[in-house]
C-alpha cells in the first residue's frame, strides 16, 4: 500500500470523515488522485465513499482496527508469511494483524489451507482462488464476526497444524499475552492446544498495555512478530524465555 493510502487511512481513523478537498490539500495531489486512492481502499472494503466524502467502514470494528497503523501491520504481516511454506495447513485468529497475514498467504503462496474461527477472515480473502479455507463452528459474536465457545472446541480438536498465529490485545511479564474479551480468549486457548507453535503477530504498542483478561502465558508462545519499537525491557524478557523476537 502506498503511504498516501496509509495517511489517508490515518486521518479517516482520526477524524471518523474526510471530504475529497481536505484531502487533497492535506496530501498535495489533485482531487482526481483522491478519489483514485478513495476507490482503491473501498475496494479493500476500509472505507466507505460518499457523495464528496469517505468514512471508515463502519460495518464492524475490525475495519477501523485494520485502518490504525495499516502500514505497520502490512510489514508484519509479511514477515509472518515468510514462515510459511507451500502446501502448508495453519491456523489462524480473528485480530487485524491476522486479516492481512491472511491476505498476504493467500496472495503468495500456494496450497496453504486456513483454519480460521473468523468469518471476516473468510470474507476478506474470498476471491483468491489459491488457499483453501475452513471456517470453524461456534456461537457467532456479530461485532467481531468470529464464533466462539465449546462447538468450536469441538470442531478445532479434529485438527493439528504446526503453526498457529494470533495477535493480542496486552503483554506483561506478570500476565503473560492478554486479550479483551473472555469467550474469544478462551477459544484461543483451544486453538492453541491443537498447535505445535503459536506465533503472536502484534504492534510494539501493544506491549505497553495489558487486557482485561489471560491470553496465553508467556511459555506457551514460540515467537513474537513484531516491529522494532518493542520497549527494550519487554524484548529482552521474552527472549530469556526462550521466545524468538522477529522484528521488522
Known amino acids: 500500500m502506498e503511504l498516501r493510502h496509509t495517511k489517508i487511512l490515518e486521518l479517516l481513523t482520526e477524524k471518523n470523515k474526510v471530504d475529497v478537498t481536505e484531502l487533497s490539500q492535506n496530501l498535495g495531489v489533485s482531487q482526481v488522485t483522491i478519489r483514485k486512492d478513495l476507490d482503491m481502499l ?60 491472511a491476505q498476504e498467504i493467500a496472495s503468495t503462496k500456494k496450497d496453504v489451507t486456513i483454519i480460521t474461527n473468523s468469518s471476516f477472515i473468510a470474507d476478506y480473502i474470498r476471491q483468491y482462488s489459491q488457499v483453501k479455507l475452513i471456517l470453524l463452528g461456534g456461537e457467532y459474536q456479530k461485532e467481531a464476526q468470529v464464533v466462539v465457545g465449546p462447538m468450536t472446541r469441538r470442531c478445532v480438536e479434529a485438527f493439528f497444524v504446526d503453526k498457529f498465529f494470533i ?82
Open 42 to 101: 473501498e475496494k479493500k472494503g476500509l472505507i466507505v465513499r460518499e457523495h464528496g466524502f469517505a468514512t471508515l467502514n463502519g460495518q464492524d470494528d475490525m475495519n477501523n482496527r485494520l485502518a490504525y497503523h495499516y502500514d505497520i501491520k502490512q510489514q508484519l504481516a509479511k514477515s509472518a508469511c515468510q514462515m510459511i511454506e507451500d502446501g502448508e495447513t495453519i491456523m489462524i485468529e480473528s485480530g487485524s494483524c491476522c486479516v492481512l497475514l
Open 167 to 248: 495477535g493480542t490485545d496486552g503483554f506483561s511479564k506478570n500476565t503473560g499475552f492478554t486479550g479483551n474479551d473472555y469467550m474469544r480468549s478462551e477459544t484461543v486457548r483451544d486453538m492453541a492446544r491443537q498447535a505445535a507453535h503459536v506465533i503472536v503477530v502484534t504492534e510494539s504498542s501493544k506491549f505497553q498495555q495489558v487486557g482485561l483478561v489471560n491470553l496465553l502465558p508467556t511459555q506457551d508462545v514460540y515467537c513474537v512478530v513484531t516491529d522494532g519499537m518493542i520497549p527494550q525491557e519487554s524484548e529482552e524478557y521474552l527472549q530469556s524465555q526462550n521466545v524468538i523476537v522477529k522484528k521488522v
